[in-house]
């Protein structure tokens, strides 16, 4: 396939308006995860900063910020994200190394964290979006050599310098999005890919698993805990049991919209990673059913804008962002339930994180700006 080209929006008559049901599903979701932030953070922050509505307020704002982000960038022609994404994808590298440097911002023993005072964001929510979309350009405007080896080695290396910077992070959770957005895109152009890259690709990855485990030991002791979840339930299984407690005492419709026990600095990062546990003990099975949902309606609309996309580029780019999300969904849904070890991964659209926030809307704005122009 030739290079991509770019066409003005305002040329391009008989382009549909954006997917409803999938615009319709991401304002619920949103709001579906202001309430439960608004309930979720209220005894941290009022414990923390002395006002109950102080993490809820900031989510707020980034949150009508992003939605504003998101209706504007869903208007650009998604072609022309193809002209800059190796740019974008630059920018956001260096960003990622800027971690490294005195500049990183420290939390929980973490250092992910790029800026000064309450306005901190991680570069690699950024670099999620860029990997997607520098991926995509490449294997679009180069598909015919993607055949052989040889094809392999750019999108390889954008991968590789990624992971490398995020290894030197120690930051496992994100290289495993990585991985999945450069994966899902090779899987879903089609390529033919030989079982003896498949089984090396495996190797790497495992190659690659083992290397963080080492880089920190308390990862294997996570692992341990999980395969004797009723053993330290006041050490490494603290996480884990805390929200068990609290999706268990839910019941069927839960304790009531803020009446949550745990929050109370019981489980920790309430508002963050365990924020579906607050959900399901106040509102109950219910309510997670509901948010489950959502989610995966939220999953098949993004995939069939992917298959509808006109281009092969749009197709890519919705098939990577729609990955990056399921995949982050199903991990911290998997997480606190305990059917797999903790990891730090957010639950995007609830998860407290305003930055964070503002990048998916971007993202989502991406999304909807394909499903502009896919076919009826």
């Keep these: 396939m030739g290079k991509i080209k770019v066409v003005g929006q305002s040329k391009d008559k008989k382009n549909n308006s954006l997917d409803f049901g999938m615009l319709v599903t991401i304002i619920i979701l949103l709001c579906f995860g202001l309430v439960m932030v608004s309930s979720a953070s209220s005894y941290h922050a009022l414990s923390t900063y002395n006002n109950s509505n102080y993490l809820f307020t900031r989510q707020l704002i980034f949150a009508l910020v992003g939605v504003v ?5 869903s208007k650009i022609n998604y072609r022309i994200f193809a002209k800059w994404s190796y740019l974008f994808y630059i920018i956001a590298l260096l960003l990622l190394i800027a ?5 990183g911002v420290t939390r929980n023993g973490a250092t992910r964290w790029l800026g000064f005072g309450a306005l901190v964001f991680q570069p690699s929510e950024i670099m999620k979006i860029a990997l997607v979309l520098v991926t995509a350009t490449y294997i679009s405007k180069n598909y015919k050599k993607m055949n052989s080896i040889k094809g392999y080695i750019i999108p390889a290396l954008l991968l590789f310098a990624v992971i490398l910077v995020m290894f030197l992070q120690k930051h496992m959770s994100g290289t495993l999005v990585m991985v999945v957005a450069s994966a899902s895109i090779i899987f879903a152009s089609g390529i033919k890919i ?7 690709l495996i190797l790497v990855g495992a190659l690659a698993v083992g290397a963080f485990i080492i880089a920190e030991p308390f990862r294997l002791q996570r692992i341990l ?16 049991a805390q929200s ?13 919209l803020g009446q949550s026990r745990q929050k109370y600095l019981w489980l920790p990062e309430a508002q ?29 609309r993004g995939f069939r804008i992917a298959i509808n996309a006109k281009d092969m580029f749009g197709s890519l780019v919705a098939t990577g962002i729609t990955s990056v999300f399921a995949l982050q969904i199903i991990v911290n849904i998997a997480v606190v339930t305990c059917t797999m070890p903790v990891t730090g991964m957010p639950l995007p659209f609830f998860s407290y994180g305003g930055t964070a926030l503002f990048i998916n809307l971007c993202a989502m704005g991406i999304l909807l700006s394909v499903s502009r122009s896919c076919k009826n």
């Design 225 to 240: 805990s999980f395969t004797n979840p009723e053993e330290d339930i006041t050490g490494g299984n603290w996480q884990a």
């Design 194 to 200: 030989k079982i003896k890259y498949v089984i090396a």
């Design 272 to 300: 963050n990673d365990f924020i579906f546990s607050v959900l399901g003990e106040e509102l109950g099975l219910v309510g997670t059913t509901c948010a489950l949902a959502l989610f995966a309606f939220f999953i098949y």
């Design 99 to 103: 971690v490294l440097t005195p500049l």
């Design 69 to 73: 982000a998101m209706f504007i960038i």
């Design 244 to 256: 068990l407690y609290a999706i268990g005492s839910g019941g069927i419709f839960g304790r009531g």
